[in-house]
């Protein structure tokens, strides 16, 4: 099962783990003082907008709706609410996120201050029954600056009766002042048995050589998991991450081999897979090394950001892959001879 075949979170109603979060929130709903706006973090593909909208259905609902579930925020599938959210035509609910590809156009890169303003102009109308006004934000660290600061005019000024629930697996990169002024849910990577329990409820076997391996990688993201369910990535994935602990030697004709398969757009997209693993292995040959002090390891470090900058100008430009990709491993090689 592809990703892209995986239903989006605000039709989920199936949430795995995040025991604290979901208290947190319930006891905030409860009290009758819930904070305005919550930051969500943690990495991707963990639950993060599924609980945002699991809860904001459950605001939403009439008490006719409602199920009793472990969280409390359990409504009935079928009935208007869950749907109407589905279909992102509650009058109460309005989500920012990303534009995706149409009419030849490729997928957005950021939210612009534009789509934000729109969006949250719906807060200067009251609610449809007078209760609350909900607003999602999914990928918040897509927000240009622009954007950022017309949410923030919303997050300290806020309505009455407004919720802004911000999902963000950079929440570093978001201003200081949003982050300052919303109640924070740092949401942790899941053990690898609701990574299984939740591939299963999206009708995957679990148990599968393919899903086990998957699993096994996936660093308790159910998304990268998803990523992971092909044999020709986990192989990209091994190829890649021997030639990178091959390193400061990796052989040239491997290295060039590699960069002309991920030049290769015909046969699917692999560079988000490679640019993911890269960061993973730096990462963790950071966390190896950490006895080396922080001067050893800083050319390995910085690098990490330089390349993901570079990827997303290659990207933008649509500039040459191969060139790219010869290039980072020259860089790798010197940054891993200097934390030697």
């Known amino acids: 099962m592809a990703i892209e075949d995986i239903a989006h979170?605000?039709?989920?109603?199936?949430?795995?783990?995040?025991?604290?979060?979901?208290?947190?929130?319930?006891?905030?709903?409860?009290?009758?003082?819930?904070h305005h706006a919550w930051l969500i973090g943690g990495p991707e593909g963990i639950g993060k907008a599924t609980l945002a909208y699991r809860f904001a259905r459950h605001l939403l609902a009439s008490p006719g709706e409602r199920r009793p579930e472990d969280d409390g925020f359990g409504i009935d599938p079928e009935g208007r609410t869950a749907r109407q959210i589905a279909a992102l035509s509650h009058p109460n609910l309005i989500a920012i996120e990303r534009a995706g590809a149409e009419d030849g156009k490729a997928a957005a890169r950021t939210i612009s201050v534009e789509a934000v303003r729109k969006a949250l102009a719906f807060f200067s109308s009251t609610a449809a029954d007078g209760g609350r006004r909900i607003c999602i934000?999914?990928?918040?660290?897509?927000?240009?600056?622009?954007?950022?600061?017309?949410?923030?005019?919303?997050?300290?000024?806020?309505?009455?009766?407004?919720?802004?629930?911000?999902?963000?697996?950079?929440?570093?990169?978001?201003?200081?002042?949003?982050?300052?002024?919303?109640?924070?849910?740092?949401?942790?990577?899941?053990?690898?048995?609701?990574?299984?329990?939740?591939?299963?409820?999206l009708g995957t076997d679990p148990v599968a050589d393919i899903a086990a391996r998957a699993i096994g990688m996936a660093e308790g993201s159910v998304g990268r998991a998803l990523t992971l369910m092909d044999?020709?990535?986990?192989?990209?994935?091994?190829?890649?991450?021997?030639?990178?602990?091959?390193?400061?030697?990796?052989?040239?004709?491997?290295?060039?081999?590699?960069a002309d398969k991920l030049a290769d757009r015909r046969s699917g997209d692999e560079l988000p897979v490679a640019l993911d693993t890269l960061v993973r292995w730096l990462s963790?040959?950071?966390?190896?090394?950490?006895?080396?002090?922080?001067?050893?390891?800083?050319?390995?470090?910085?690098?990490?950001?330089?390349?993901?900058?570079?990827?997303?100008?290659?990207?933008?430009?649509?500039?040459?892959?191969?060139?790219?990709?010869?290039?980072?491993?020259?860089?790798?090689?010197?940054?891993?001879?200097?934390a030697a």
Not at 9 to 34: C, D, K, N, V
Not at 320 to 332: E, K
Request: hydrophobic share 45%.
């Open 284 to 338: 963790r040959r950071v966390g190896e090394g950490a006895h080396k002090g922080a001067a050893r390891l800083a050319p390995l470090a910085e690098l990490c950001e330089n390349v993901l900058e570079a990827a997303r100008t290659v990207e933008t430009y649509n500039l040459d892959r191969r060139a790219f990709i010869v290039s980072t491993f020259g860089d790798l090689a010197e940054a891993v001879r200097r």
């Open 9 to 34: 979170p605000r039709e989920q109603h199936a949430l795995f783990g995040h025991q604290a979060a979901r208290r947190a929130l319930g006891e905030g709903a409860l009290s009758g003082r819930l």
């Open 137 to 201: 934000i999914d990928g918040a660290e897509d927000l240009t600056i622009a954007a950022a600061n017309a949410l923030l005019k919303t997050i300290e000024e806020p309505p009455a009766g407004a919720l802004v629930l911000i999902v963000s697996h950079a929440p570093q990169r978001l201003l200081p002042t949003i982050r300052s002024r919303c109640r924070k849910l740092a949401l942790s990577a899941l053990p690898d048995e609701d990574v299984r329990a939740a591939l299963s409820s």
């Open 231 to 258: 044999p020709k990535r986990i192989a990209l994935i091994d190829e890649l991450t021997a030639l990178l602990d091959s390193l400061p030697a990796a052989p040239a004709a491997r290295v060039m081999s590699l």
